[in-house]
């Protein structure tokens, strides 16, 4: 089974692509944001875990996360954020390292694992190949904005507290380039499984 680990900075048309991978090649997907989401449900370990250290300030009526608060905490305190990674990360990890035991049980032949932390976690242990799906910061912004409701603020804060281009550059094995129409995407997407085996 070929594991390529999809990856890039928020809004670089990440899930786009697993879609597209997912129906023109059958791929199997696997989103860490997903997985992440799961393991963060109320009952969980990390739920606890999260609650303790945030306080319940950081839980809904419901009992559950309440997101859009987390997100502000995380994504302007640095501190705060690693304190949230040290929680989620491992826990995630090891989740999807079941999957791919699952998936290489069932012969699947293509999986993609897409998270906008694979370098920072260190997935190269785990992926064949990483691919980084680059769009301008202008172009992701304005997507971010129209099509998700973000602030400008949101997105700057995001963008800040993730990897800057140079470094997904020097670690990643190849670049998609998805500043422009997704037509022109799918060409990249096309060439690259053609010369993946
Ligand atoms: C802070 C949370 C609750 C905000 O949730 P929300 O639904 O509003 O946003 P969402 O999860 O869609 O994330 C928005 C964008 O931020 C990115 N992002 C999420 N967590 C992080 C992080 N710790 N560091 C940098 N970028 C991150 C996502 O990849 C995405 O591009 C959530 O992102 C979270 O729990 N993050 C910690 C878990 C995590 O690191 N997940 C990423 C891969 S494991
Ligand atoms: N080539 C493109 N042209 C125009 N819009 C695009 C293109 N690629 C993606 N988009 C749009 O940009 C937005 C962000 O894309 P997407 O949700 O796939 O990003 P992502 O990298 O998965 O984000 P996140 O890191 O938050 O998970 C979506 O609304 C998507 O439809």
């Keep these: ?66 997101r859009e608060k987390l997100a502000q905490i995380i994504f302007t305190d640095e501190k705060e954020r690693a304190a949230l990674n040290e929680i989620v990360h491992p826990a995630v990890k090891e989740e999807v390292r079941k999957i791919i035991k699952k998936e290489e049980r069932r012969h699947t032949s293509l999986f993609i694992l897409e998270a906008a932390l694979l370098i920072d976690d260190h997935y190269e242990q785990i992926c064949d190949e990483i691919w980084y799906v680059y769009v301008e910061d202008a172009i992701r912004k304005k997507r971010l904005i129209y099509a998700r409701g973000y602030d400008a603020e949101k997105v700057d804060d995001i963008i800040a507290s993730q990897l800057p281009k140079e470094v997904f550059l020097r670690n990643c094995d190849r670049v998609i380039d998805n500043s422009g129409i997704f037509e022109e995407t799918k060409i990249q997407l096309d060439e690259m499984v053609r010369n993946l085996w």
């Excluded at 393991?39 to 969980?44: E, F, I």
């Design 1 to 66: 089974m070929k594991i390529i680990g999809i990856t890039g900075g928020v809004g670089a048309g990440k899930t786009q692509i697993l879609e597209y991978l997912n129906d023109r090649y059958g791929a199997t997907v696997c989103q860490a944001d997903e997985v992440a989401r799961k393991l963060q449900k109320k009952g969980t370990d990390c739920h606890r875990a999260i609650a303790e250290h945030f306080g319940g300030e950081i839980l809904d009526s419901k009992g559950e996360l309440n």
